[in-house]
């Protein structure tokens, strides 16, 4: 009999707090949970969209993508929406936590799923399984 390992799923969230909650939820199902904090400042730009690449990303099966982030109120630029936008180029498919289903008029088909900021832990957990790769 033949195992195989849990698809890697990357997390993205800057609340450290939120990161250790959704993450316990991926763990308790079984998957191996990749963990980024997103951009820092001063620039508050990721280096994989800086170097064209994110390490982090490559092995994932999924994204899951917290687009509320304000880690500054002095910053003004949409660093969510233009993280989405790095994420969907990679072509993996997107799990986006807060405003997402607002941010792509068109997304490409069955790449992007939006959710409400917190989520249902069993919604979560069932969108995660619904658009994972078999």
Same mark, same amino acid.
């Given at each position: ?29 079984? !998957? ?11 620039? !508050? ?6 170097? $064209?690449?994110?390490?982090?990303? &490559? ?6 993508? &917290? ?13 969510? =929406?233009?993280?989405?936008?790095? !994420? #969907? ?6 799990? =986006?936590? $807060?405003? $997402? ?10 790449? #992007? ?6 989520? &249902?832990? $069993? ?12």
């Amino acid at each position: 009999m033949s195992t195989t390992a849990a698809p890697p799923i990357l997390l993205v969230e800057h609340d450290e707090q939120r990161r250790a909650l959704i993450g316990g939820w991926l763990q308790d199902a079984g !998957y191996d949970v990749l963990t980024c904090p997103g951009p820092s400042a001063p620039e !508050y730009s990721c280096i994989g969209s800086r170097a $064209g690449g994110c390490a982090l990303v &490559d092995p994932a099966s999924l994204v899951v993508l &917290d687009l509320s982030f304000s880690p500054d109120a002095m910053v003004r630029a949409p660093i969510g =929406a233009h993280l989405l936008g790095f !994420y #969907l180029l990679t072509g993996k498919p997107i799990i =986006a936590l $807060g405003r $997402g289903d607002d941010l792509l008029a068109d997304p490409l088909e069955n790449q #992007l799923v939006a959710l409400e900021r917190t989520p &249902d832990r $069993g919604d979560f957990l069932a969108t995660v399984r619904s658009v994972i790769p078999a």
